[in-house]
């Protein structure tokens, strides 16, 4: 029996929506997300843009791109989270985006998000760690780069290993 949009909306509407079980309904449920990402009701498009990200779908990324453009705040800090249960490929250009978002706690979740997917937007980093009006964003921004710069210097020792053991072979 085909999902309805009542269903999913009645699910998605309470306080703790149960998102495991609303992941369950699978990608049945991406077409009515899609709609609901663009709710006046911030709320609920928070949570639909939120859900998307757990269904994980190639359309999934479509609903990344308007809830990263949602004119509510929330809805783009949900978007900003749940980017973590995408891939970095997924995920990349719409985190990038908000990186440059006028609300502090957009930018925050971007950022924490590009430190899960490990991705690498090393310019717009670089610029909230020097230029970001919110002191914590910055020290965040700096702290992302020195984990960065870790893991390129830990990546090239072990491709230099490599190469040094081929050549004894």
């Known amino acids: 029996m085909p999902i309805t949009m009542q269903q999913i909306l009645?699910?998605?509407?309470?306080?703790?929506?149960?998102?495991?079980?609303?992941a369950a309904l699978g990608p049945e449920a991406i077409p009515h997300l899609k709609v609901l990402v663009r709710s006046d009701?911030?709320?609920i498009a928070a949570k639909a843009a939120y859900l998307a990200t757990l269904i994980n779908t190639d359309e999934s990324a479509d609903i990344m791109e308007a809830a990263?453009?949602?004119?509510?705040?929330?809805?783009?800090?949900?978007?900003?989270?749940?980017?973590?249960?995408?891939?970095?490929?997924?995920?990349?250009?719409?985190?990038?985006?908000?990186?440059?978002?006028?609300?502090?706690?957009?930018?925050?979740q971007a950022l924490q998000t590009i430190s899960a997917l490990d991705l690498n937007v090393d310019p717009k980093v670089a610029k909230i760690s020097t230029s970001d009006p919110e002191k914590e964003l910055r020290v965040m921004a700096k702290n992302l780069q020195k984990a960065s710069d870790t893991t390129s210097s830990v990546k090239t020792t072990k491709k230099a290993a490599k190469k040094t053991k081929a050549r004894k072979k």
């Open 10 to 22: 009645a699910r998605l509407d309470t306080d703790e929506p149960e998102y495991a079980a609303l």
């Open 41 to 43: 009701d911030p709320g």
């Open 68 to 108: 990263s453009a949602s004119p509510h705040e929330t809805v783009r800090v949900a978007a900003a989270a749940g980017m973590r249960n995408l891939t970095a490929a997924k995920a990349g250009p719409w985190v990038e985006r908000l990186l440059d978002d006028s609300d502090p706690g957009v930018r925050k």
